[in-house]
């Protein structure tokens, strides 16, 4: 759900600094300014609100030169952000506007502009042609089409600069998230411990985005995420233990990594990040599990949370196994989380906030958030992962990570899923104890696009959920270039319990699932356990890379 803020423009001071320069301890500073800035002598001038109030809010400008008209260049070469002007960071593929209005020079040329937000927004083309001592003003409004009401979109596997493989200031981190509708961001830099609060005070953000301390631990079986942390600006990893130091986590395997992440003060979740990444970065992939099919989990009591959506891990063959991994563990009774994050490093190839979890905290304003109410939401399965569409689900009036008591051999399930017209839906699927037992196709994009209420038989304990798939690819320069094409429109619920004897022992009937949420949609989908389904090339730093060669790996 989006909170507006009052009209602000941030001075260059640094932050957003244009030609001044900056660097990472740059500050923003600055009253905001309410006037009218008078039309630009040549370039453009840009506001973009929001429907909910029509004040501006951060957003992103796709540019298409037209026929004739030569590319802008902005600044950027794909890995870091530039300062194109003052509150306006440059792309290889556009602009990210920091406070949704702004002037600033453009090329002359006749362009197409795509303005954006998050996926809950719709998109707004415009067609402008700048001459010679001629601007163009834009004033545009987006309509905030899908109803995300009484939940926070988050983002909590995300990268800087401070990472040893993060290219992009973590100021600009910032604003590329909360300009893509994220609410909730999380930094989890490799070994290190780091917060957004002093980013998030400079940029004005309070009331538009929450966060905590996070990091990303390396072990010797893959990638925990774990916040919140301690953050120590003066300690030498910034807060984090010292085994955290290279090469110090590869000695440590699950069973001793995972008890020393529960040890710490703060109480961090433990979240493991894209499981099935290859070549060596998915914990699942390199222990092998399951060695054979009903294999139990030995850490599983161990883990609050897992990555079905990453950036890097989001194809439907992907998704599909992934979403195999975590059924079981389902119907183990492990109450393992499903969250979907960016794992976003640069700016362009995989773009903030793409997926992304909506949380179910205790309150919508970004400015109230604690640490616990998203620790909270995790440990509670409040949860939905997502890389575009939005649904809800509830049983007998529990919601989404709740125990619904079964009366009379029975329940009443409302299911709702929506999107942005830019988003393709095409079904909702119930799933319950791993099998599929309705399909509701969408046959209408009206919003919401599905609002149904069925009633179903249960005999037996276990867990309910709700997919929503689309079979048109997201789009490239939305979501950035990670998997072009491949990536399909996918949400999932995490699950409601259901309790037939009223006992509050959930106790699922087992089982290992094979679901195909893509079935009949892309042709037929064949999902494999060979080991060359991850035969491709590696697009994350691998395990093992010790920070001093990586930039030689990365060439």
């Not at 002359?108 to 707004?124: M, N, R």
């Not at 070549?279 to 222990?287: A, I, K, M, Q, S």
Request: aromatic share 8%; charged share 20%; glycine share 10%.
């Amino acid at each position: 759900m989006r909170r507006s803020l009052s009209l602000s423009s941030l001075l260059c001071l640094g932050l957003l600094c244009g030609a001044a320069g900056c660097n990472d301890e740059a500050a923003v500073g600055g009253e905001p300014d309410m006037g009218l800035v008078p039309p630009p002598r040549a370039g453009l001038q840009i506001t973009v609100r929001s429907s909910d109030d029509l004040m501006p809010i951060p957003a992103r400008v796709l540019v298409y030169p037209q026929p004739g008209t030569t590319a802008p260049s902005f600044g950027s070469n794909g890995k870091s952000a530039s300062d194109y002007a003052p509150t306006v960071l440059g792309g290889t593929r556009g602009l990210f506007l920091s406070t949704g209005q702004a002037t600033f020079a453009f090329p002359d040329g006749a362009y197409e502009l795509v303005i954006l937000q998050g996926p809950e927004y719709e998109q707004v083309r415009r067609m402008i042609s700048l001459k010679p001592q001629e601007g163009a003003v834009l004033d545009v409004t987006l309509e905030h089409s899908v109803n995300t009401a009484g939940w926070l979109a988050a983002d909590m596997h995300i990268h800087s600069k401070v990472s040893y493989d993060g290219h992009v200031l973590s100021q600009h981190r910032v604003v590329t998230e909360v300009s893509s509708g994220v609410e909730v961001i999380v930094p989890t830099e490799h070994g290190l411990h780091y917060a957004f609060e002093k980013e998030i005070d400079a940029l004005g953000y309070k009331q538009r985005v929450a966060t905590m301390p996070g990091s990303e631990y390396t072990f010797a079986g893959g990638h925990l995420g774990v916040y919140p942390v301690r953050y120590e600006p003066l300690e030498k990893l910034l807060g984090a233990p010292a085994w955290q130091e290279w090469p110090k986590p590869l000695d440590y395997r699950d069973t001793m990594a995972f008890p020393m992440v529960h040890s710490l003060p703060t109480d961090p979740l433990l979240v493991v990040n894209h499981p099935r990444l290859p070549p060596d970065l998915g914990y699942f992939l390199n222990t092998g599990w399951p060695h054979y099919p009903g294999e139990k989990l030995e850490t599983a009591k161990l883990i609050d949370g897992m990555e079905l959506l990453n950036g890097y891990q989001q194809s439907p063959a992907e998704i599909t196994a992934v979403l195999k991994d975590w059924f079981f563990l389902l119907n183990d009774g492990q109450r393992v989380t499903a969250l979907g994050n960016s794992d976003t490093h640069m700016v362009d190839s995989l773009v903030a906030g793409y997926p992304r979890s909506y949380l179910r905290l205790p309150t919508e304003e970004p400015a109230r958030v604690l640490p616990d109410d998203i620790r909270g939401a995790v440990r509670g399965m409040r949860a939905i992962a997502s890389n575009g569409p939005f649904m809800q689900l509830t049983v007998d009036g529990r919601d989404i990570g709740e125990t619904a008591v079964v009366r009379n051999g029975q329940v009443r399930l409302h299911v709702t899923a929506d999107a942005a017209s830019w988003v393709d839906l095409k079904r909702v699927m119930i799933y319950r104890n791993g099998d599929l037992i309705m399909s509701l196709p969408i046959t209408q994009r009206t919003h919401p696009a599905l609002d149904t209420t069925v009633d179903l038989p249960v005999s037996v304990d276990g867990w309910i959920l709700a997919v929503a798939v689309g079979s048109d690819p997201l789009p490239v320069d939305v979501i950035g270039a990670v998997k072009g094409g491949q990536v399909r429109p996918f949400a999932i619920t995490n699950p409601i319990w259901l309790d037939v004897d009223g006992d509050f022992q959930i106790k699922p009937p087992g089982g290992v699932p094979r679901p195909d949420p893509y079935a009949n949609l892309l042709g037929g989908l064949i999902i494999t356990d060979e080991p060359r389904l991850w035969e491709s090339q590696s697009l994350h730093t691998p395990l093992d890379c010790e920070p001093s060669v990586l930039p030689d790996w990365l060439r």
